[in-house]
């Protein structure tokens, strides 16, 4: 049984165009689509994630999900959407994204079960290594005009005046490649609608046009919106780069953070697209948030949600311990439990100072640590008067004078935490 896709996106804010007859066409029993998604990594980042969820939302719905690796068409290069061509890689270093990628999509997609729509990863290097160039021209390029190539937008847009470098003929024959993957996928696996972001209409209608022409069938296509965040910044950007899902490239502790820290109006937005929490659930949550907006209800499920799913349930636990520490109630044990990269991205920008660890042999006193031996606070005698204010801690934990601060204050043998009332933080870094 299928249910309906197409109105599944519709709520969801997740459709931007449909080809006319693609949702009668779904709702005739199962059928295949592709997202095709570019290897220049060995990790997805949250700009992938549009695509991955329709593909999840679509095997929901009963049909079958494949999700297409462009390893040729990665050693090319899309010009939708791109200012300037990029660097083209090499086959290992392909076949290594691959193998990657399909590991983050497993957290996705049912690829395992015996399912009749278990999803499918391909890869249309398998296809196109053997294809000559010749033969590519003559069985292919003859059946698409150059006036149909240069009426597509992303090509317009790079041969226009603001465009310095132009486009190369590599590039340029980019919408003929990935059309004859969807016309190779409809010839080989019955597989009729092809799936992708806005920007990606053109070379998806290209190949629908090589179905009809070559494949004498018909080929379906939807798209959706590019997501855009309310205040005018890229989505899925930070200070530091791109949001990844691998944990080594943006930790779960950042990537808790990037959602958490979401506007109300991107929240309201995201929640719909990047989980799979029920309407009428969404609908409670958006009154809830609207009664309470202080409360940050949508941004905390969203990032639980997202989190969950990309990472784990304890890498969540983690994330939400360490964010405590810095905005709730936590303790010492609470501190000593954050691994060195996390203590590190939870300070991230406190003022530091180096330390000798011979400092610890005879405990170092309070007065050394605040301002002496680390310039935190600017006198001792600032120092004594905030000891006795009851207003410093040590890792979490409120001190007098006559501490000594000893190697039991480490954390991960290596840092302690000073803190001056409820804000003014200061790492002790022991060398």
Same mark, same amino acid.
């Given at each position: 049984?299928?249910?309906?896709?197409v109105?599944?996106?519709?709520?969801?804010?997740?459709?931007?165009?449909?080809?006319?007859?693609?949702?009668?066409?779904?709702?005739?029993?199962?059928?295949?689509?592709?997202?095709g998604?570019?290897?220049t990594a060995?990790s997805?980042?949250?700009?992938?994630?549009?695509?991955?969820?329709m593909l999840?939302?679509?095997?929901?719905?009963?049909?079958?999900p494949y999700?297409?690796?462009? =390893?040729?068409?990665?050693m090319i290069g899309?010009?939708? =959407?791109?200012?300037?061509?990029r660097n083209?890689?090499?086959?290992?270093?392909?076949?290594?994204?691959?193998?990657?990628?399909?590991?983050?999509l497993?957290r996705?997609?049912?690829?395992?079960?015996?399912?009749?729509?278990?999803?499918?990863?391909?890869?249309?290097?398998?296809?196109m290594?053997?294809f000559?160039?010749?033969?590519f021209?003559?069985?292919?390029?003859?059946?698409?005009?150059?006036?149909y190539m240069?009426?597509?937008?992303?090509?317009? %847009?790079?041969?226009?005046?603001?465009?310095?470098e132009?486009m190369?003929f590599?590039e340029f024959?980019?919408?003929l490649?990935?059309?004859y993957?969807?016309l190779?996928?409809y010839?080989?696996?019955?597989?009729?609608?092809?799936?992708?972001?806005?920007d990606?209409w053109g070379n998806?209608?290209?190949?629908?046009?090589?179905?009809?022409r070559?494949?004498?069938?018909?080929?379906?296509?939807i798209?959706c919106?590019? +997501?855009?965040?309310?205040d005018?910044?890229?989505?899925g950007?930070t200070e530091?780069?791109?949001?990844?899902l691998d944990?080594?490239?943006?930790?779960?502790?950042k990537f808790?953070?990037?959602?958490?820290?979401?506007?109300?109006?991107d929240?309201?937005?995201? +929640?719909k697209?990047?989980t799979?929490?029920?309407?009428s659930?969404?609908?409670?949550?958006?009154?809830?948030?609207s009664?309470?907006?202080?409360l940050?209800i949508?941004?905390?499920?969203?990032?639980?949600e997202?989190t969950?799913m990309v990472h784990?349930?304890?890498?969540?636990?983690?994330a939400?311990q360490?964010?405590?520490?810095l905005?709730g109630k936590?303790?010492?044990?609470?501190?000593?439990?954050?691994?060195?990269?996390?203590?590190?991205e939870?300070?991230d920008?406190?003022?530091?100072a180096?330390?000798?660890?011979e400092?610890?042999e005879?405990?170092?006193?309070?007065?050394?640590?605040?301002?002496?031996?680390?310039?935190f606070l600017?006198?001792n005698g600032?120092?004594r008067?905030?000891?006795?204010?009851n207003?410093?801690?040590v890792?979490?934990?409120?001190v007098?004078?006559d501490?000594?601060?000893?190697t039991?204050?480490?954390i991960?043998? %290596?840092f302690?935490l000073?803190?001056?009332?409820?804000?003014?933080?200061f790492?002790?870094?022991f060398?």
């Amino acid at each position: 049984m299928t249910s309906n896709f197409v109105k599944e996106l519709e709520w969801r804010g997740m459709l931007h165009d449909a080809m006319p007859g693609t949702e009668e066409h779904l709702m005739e029993g199962m059928q295949s689509s592709y997202v095709g998604i570019d290897p220049t990594a060995d990790s997805l980042h949250i700009g992938h994630l549009v695509g991955v969820m329709m593909l999840r939302h679509f095997q929901l719905a009963g049909h079958k999900p494949y999700a297409l690796i462009g =390893g040729a068409t990665g050693m090319i290069g899309d010009p939708s =959407g791109k200012s300037s061509e990029r660097n083209l890689l090499d086959e290992a270093t392909l076949r290594h994204n691959q193998q990657a990628l399909k590991e983050q999509l497993s957290r996705f997609l049912d690829f395992e079960s015996d399912k009749e729509n278990a999803a499918v990863l391909v890869n249309n290097y398998d296809w196109m290594k053997d294809f000559s160039f010749l033969d590519f021209i003559r069985d292919v390029g003859k059946h698409i005009t150059v006036n149909y190539m240069m009426s597509k937008d992303s090509v317009k %847009k790079r041969l226009s005046a603001e465009a310095k470098e132009g486009m190369s003929f590599t590039e340029f024959t980019y919408q003929l490649v990935q059309g004859y993957d969807f016309l190779h996928l409809y010839k080989t696996y019955n597989c009729t609608l092809q799936m992708g972001g806005s920007d990606q209409w053109g070379n998806i209608t290209t190949g629908t046009e090589l179905i009809r022409r070559i494949g004498g069938g018909k080929g379906y296509a939807i798209t959706c919106p590019l +997501i855009t965040k309310a205040d005018g910044t890229k989505f899925g950007k930070t200070e530091s780069g791109n949001v990844w899902l691998d944990a080594e490239r943006t930790s779960p502790y950042k990537f808790y953070q990037y959602w958490l820290n979401t506007s109300d109006d991107d929240a309201e937005k995201y +929640i719909k697209i990047f989980t799979f929490i029920s309407k009428s659930e969404i609908e409670e949550l958006i009154q809830q948030h609207s009664e309470a907006p202080h409360l940050r209800i949508l941004q905390k499920r969203l990032a639980d949600e997202i989190t969950v799913m990309v990472h784990s349930q304890e890498d969540l636990e983690n994330a939400v311990q360490a964010s405590n520490i810095l905005f709730g109630k936590s303790t010492s044990q609470d501190l000593k439990k954050l691994n060195e990269k996390t203590f590190l991205e939870v300070f991230d920008g406190v003022p530091q100072a180096e330390v000798s660890k011979e400092e610890l042999e005879n405990g170092l006193d309070m007065i050394g640590a605040l301002a002496a031996k680390t310039g935190f606070l600017v006198s001792n005698g600032e120092a004594r008067r905030e000891l006795k204010q009851n207003s410093i801690s040590v890792n979490k934990e409120k001190v007098k004078e006559d501490y000594l601060i000893t190697t039991a204050d480490l954390i991960n043998e %290596k840092f302690v935490l000073l803190q001056k009332g409820k804000k003014n933080y200061f790492v002790l870094v022991f060398n």
